[in-house]
């Protein structure tokens, strides 16, 4: 019973307690409702407008020589003189010699001729004098046929009338047959002389041709170069016996240097795009190029060094695999203000990045490619509220996107990105 009267009076206080709480927040007043205000998030603003754009290709190619030269020799000999700068990676003036092969062979060769050519000619004046004299004694035998066959004739008179022996008729006859022989002969031996002539002319012509042959080969015994240049191997030692057809040193030019740009298929035909060739593709393998598209040249291991060149022609193959356009860039004076290792001059094989500009292209509506987000962006619309617009991008250059459709001038574009962007999303503009 003790037990029972202590639970009752722990519990009695503690449903007072609660009974009286509960009164109490029943009667109280209710809070003060405040509005909530939504805050726009800030973004950065810029409205969209036509600009002048100029289309850039990019691409990268290798550094050759635009005027490479190989001596290869036309005659065998021995090389009895060698320059001393003939090394690879020394430089040779224009007109320089830089080898010289035993010419005595040739020499001698020329002497021979020489002296066949004159003999011929001597043997081709003395048929001359020949022909001279056999028409004379030709002349003479023809004059004295003709006294001869009068004399017959009044021999046979004679012996007609009985005044002159028989025997004289014949030995007249006999005389008059003895001197058309001698014409005769004297003839055939003229019209043997044309053949003789040509057979000498044919000859002194072989001579002379064997005497121009034997100059030039030794002509060819002296090896100069044809520009300046700077030796990139020189196999030909001093005192070697050399063949016709062996390389003896190869050199590359100092005037110009070309460079075989890879530039992307779609970036090139969009540079097309801008400029003024008849004809299409055609037109562009046959128009200066290099008159409208600004060329600049950058080394990938000396950045900041530029070199100005120009387009001379496309070679006509596309690279399949990396689907880019081969255009070849001549660059002149590849060595001018080269002073290393701050500015290298363009050596063969330099790799080297290639800029290409057009015209420029004027009303185009040119955006931040950041501001492209899975084809829409983002825009400002009424009542600052954030709208979702799909465009379609014409290209991209460099960093930024050229819209084709889906954008108009004066509208907002936000050039931030915004997570979640969610349609409706309060926005507050400020200024980029």
């Known amino acids: ?26 009667q109280a007043p209710a809070p003060a409702r405040v509005e909530a205000v939504q805050a726009g998030l800030a973004v950065r603003v810029a409205p969209v407008a036509p600009v002048p754009l100029v289309p850039e290709a990019r691409g990268w190619g290798n550094v050759r020589a635009a005027d490479s030269w190989s001596a290869v020799s036309e005659v065998r000999g021995r090389v009895i003189w060698r320059h001393p700068d003939l090394e690879p990676g020394r430089g040779i003036g224009r007109d320089e010699e830089i080898l010289r092969i035993d010419p005595a062979d040739y020499q001698l060769a020329i002497a021979q001729a020489e002296a066949d050519l004159a003999a011929l000619r001597a043997e081709e004046a003395q048929l001359g004098a020949e022909e001279e004299n056999t028409r004379r004694v030709l002349a003479l035998e023809e004059a004295r046929l003709a006294l001869v066959e009068s004399d017959a004739a009044r021999t046979r008179e004679l012996v007609a009338q009985g005044t002159a022996a028989p025997a004289r008729g014949d030995e007249a006859e006999r005389a008059v047959l003895a001197a058309r022989r001698t014409v005769v002969e004297l003839q055939n031996a003229l019209a043997l002389l044309p053949p003789r002539h040509e057979r000498i002319t044919a000859q002194i012509a072989r001579t002379g041709a064997a005497l121009e042959r034997a100059r030039r080969d030794l002509q060819h015994t002296s090896i100069t170069v044809p520009f300046d240049m700077r030796i990139t191997s020189a196999p030909a030692e001093l005192h070697q016996v050399v063949a016709v057809g062996q390389t003896l040193a ?6 110009r240097a070309e460079v075989v740009a890879q530039i992307p298929v779609e970036a090139f035909q969009r540079m097309l795009s801008g400029l003024d060739l008849p004809g299409g593709i055609l037109g562009a393998m046959q128009s200066d190029l290099g008159a409208q598209i600004a060329v600049s040249i950058e080394p990938v291991n000396n950045p900041g060094q530029i070199w100005q060149g120009h387009i001379t022609r496309i070679e006509p193959a596309l ?3 990396a689907r880019t356009v081969q255009a070849v860039i001549e660059v002149a004076d590849p060595y001018a203000g080269a002073h290393p ?10 790799q080297v990045e290639v800029r290409l500009t057009g015209p420029a292209m004027d009303d185009v509506l040119a955006i931040p490619a950041s ?12 009542g600052d509220r954030l709208v979702l617009r799909p465009v379609t991008v014409a290209f991209r250059q460099g960093d930024l996107a050229v819209v084709g459709d889906g954008l108009e001038p004066g509208d907002r574009l936000v050039l931030d990105d915004i997570a979640p962007a969610v349609p409706g999303l309060l926005l507050l503009p400020v200024a980029p």
Do not use: C
């Open 341 to 350: 290792p701050e500015r290298i001059p363009l050596v063969t094989n330099l």
């Open 371 to 382: 501001a492209v987000h899975n084809g829409r962006v983002y825009l400002v619309g009424d």
């Open 250 to 255: 190869s050199g590359e030019g100092f005037s």
């Open 319 to 321: 690279d399949a695999r």
């Open 1 to 26: 019973m003790r037990r029972i009267l202590a639970v009752v009076m722990f519990v009695l206080p503690v449903v007072a307690g609660i009974l009286v709480t509960r009164q109490l927040v029943a």
